[in-house]
């Protein structure tokens, strides 16, 4: 459908960072960039006014939203919140073609990082995370985990992505829980990942302020 297709577009140029925060949102542009008419770019821009990515003045000009602290802190907070339950859950259904996924995409991070790639990584990374979440089998917790925007926060974050070698054994490590199906586990290593992933990211302080 056309709607979405703008919708999703002009989502991952603002996830992305291609459209600054704070940048204004004019219409017209934006139509002639995505190649579409006024009325699906609009619903698109409500849509995003709605899920907190896009914010509109009294005027009605729409500007993209930018992140707080407390959007931050909040955003930390869901993620460590849902992708712990999610790890959970995915251990009790996990199948092979899922983990086989999970692995490649562990390699994946690692070779783009060792290359140098940073932003590729980034987005496998997040791929992975959220491919977790999607294979659970909960529609409520996906959506949750989709509006907290998480990529969004990953692509301000300016920290250190870590060790190539590291990052590739941990994600695997976090595979192989899956797999096993030990759900207390897996759990405990989701909640335990994403601190360490906030530390890197944010900062020691920073992490106190937003552990559970």
Wanted: hydrophobic share 40%.
């Amino acid at each position: 459908m056309k709607q979405h297709r703008v919708y999703t577009q002009l989502r991952d140029a603002i996830y992305s960072g291609r459209i600054k925060p704070g940048a204004r949102l004019v219409e017209r542009r934006l139509a002639e960039e995505f190649q579409t008419s006024r009325v699906p770019l609009r619903e698109s821009l409500l849509r995003l006014t709605t899920e907190g990515l896009v914010r509109r003045s009294p005027r009605r000009t729409s500007y993209v939203e930018d992140l707080t602290a407390e959007d931050v802190a909040e955003i930390w907070l869901m993620r460590q919140t849902l992708e712990p339950a999610a790890a959970r859950l995915a251990a009790a259904k996990s199948d092979k073609s899922f983990i086989a996924k999970l692995h490649r995409l562990a390699d994946k991070m690692a070779d783009q990082l060792q290359r140098g790639r940073r932003a590729a990584s980034a987005e496998s990374d997040l791929e992975f995370h959220r491919t977790i979440v999607e294979s659970c089998g909960s529609a409520r917790l996906l959506r949750a985990y989709d509006l907290s925007h998480v990529p969004m926060l990953m692509s301000r974050l300016k920290g250190e992505r870590g060790n190539p070698d590291i990052l590739r054994r941990q994600h695997h490590e976090y595979a192989c829980l899956l797999e096993e199906g030990d759900g207390d586990a897996a759990e405990r290593y989701a909640r335990e990942h994403v601190v360490d992933i906030a530390g890197r990211m944010l900062g020691g302080g920073a992490v106190e302020e937003i552990r559970l």
